[in-house]
């Protein structure tokens, strides 16, 4: 008997092999498929696509395309929402900027020596002490509604303001670094740039040039009240809305409203102490094609030609998008730039990578960073945390002045 036990166990087990493969044919005599669904899979199984596959795949490939081989972004944003221009933007424009700014050459004109220990906590703690003496409250004015006081500062114009540590700094860093120039790349209606033109000139020094504010903002009716904003601030304003931006002409009266006479030469008695060009057009505008020619895009000369001074020294980037050629032209055009306040550095997509780009170059310091709490944003299917990180960076030989003393900016 036990020599028959293998055979028996395998019979047994053959004829359940037969049972089970044989289930699913049972199971389908039982419930027959819908004849589409049975059409479809037989399709699928021969290597067919229904026709409304094929279409969608097809629109798919045609999207794809227009991505991937379109000269200019406009065409194929209109196959986009919202979120995906983004990944477009980053998908085409990232990798060959990052390459750039990775580059040898770029990251000798870009890095610089480290500062010392001692000049690191004497500008990062001289830093905090102003921001807490202007006044202690750290809140965002949602529709400019201010929920501190803090009354020694232009009141909140726009979405960063007096409220807001992040702002008070800006405005402490903008008066003790005594830079001439400065750029506010995404200014909205002008609260960044208020704070810049204030700092700027509430400086203890006298200046020996009068000093010049950048402000960018494409939506036209918002650059209008930018400009207001900083008129009542007492800065000369001129505003700009070009039709064109592309030809020597326009680079050449651009700068001469930088210059505003000759380069270097001091302000007079009774002229305002800040200029701003507020201008209503995109920062930098970058055309899809400019690669080769970095630095010489559309408007990253007037702001850092050699011939107007220092150029731009100190820089907010608040943007809804990663503007990588912009920014890249603006580091790598802009030799004196030496100091740069970034918003938002926790957005997908958004300007954080530039801060994080800076952090990581030798030189370049995070003096203070922090972060706010706002409502919350939904876009589309996206919603935006409440919580927004903000991170102010400065370069090295921007450091080896020391700070001047707290009375003298702080008022009594």
Known sequence: MPAVWPVAWAAVRLLGILVLQSWPLVLSQG??????????????????????????????????QIIESS??????????????????????????????????????????????????????????????????????????????????LPPTVGQLGRTLKFGRLIWCAAAASQVDSAADLFTYRGGSAVLLAHGMSSSPKARQRQALLWAWELNRLEAQQAARNLERLGAEVTWLSPSEWEGEETQAALEALAVGGAPGSPPSPTAPVVRALVISAAPFLHRPGDEAELGEAALIRAPCRPGLGRGVEFAVLDPTGPIVPEIANLLVSCPNLRWLAVNNVNLPHHAGWAARQLANLTGWHVLA?????????????????????????ARSDALRVLPPALSKVLPS
Not at 74 to 95: F, G, K, M, T
Not at 100 to 107: H, I, K, M, P, R
């Open 31 to 64: 419930k027959q498929q819908p004849p589409q669904q049975h059409q479809q899979q037989q399709h699928l199984a021969q290597g067919f696509v229904p026709r409304q596959q094929q279409q969608q795949q097809q629109q798919h490939q045609q999207q794809q």
């Open 71 to 152: 000269d200019s972004v406009h065409e194929a944003r209109s196959w986009q929402n919202e979120i995906d221009q983004d990944d477009y933007y980053q998908s085409l424009r990232h990798h060959y900027w990052g390459k750039v700014l990775s580059e040898q050459a770029v990251l000798d004109r870009l890095q610089r020596p480290p500062a010392s220990s001692e000049e690191l906590a004497t500008w990062r703690s001289w830093l905090n002490a102003c921001a807490d003496g202007l006044c202690s409250c750290d809140s965002f004015a949602f529709l400019g509604v201010e929920t501190c006081a803090c009354p020694h």
């Open 369 to 393: 960073q922090g972060e706010y709490e706002v409502p919350e944003v939904q876009i589309g299917s996206v919603t935006y945390p409440t919580m927004r990180h903000w991170r102010l960076l």
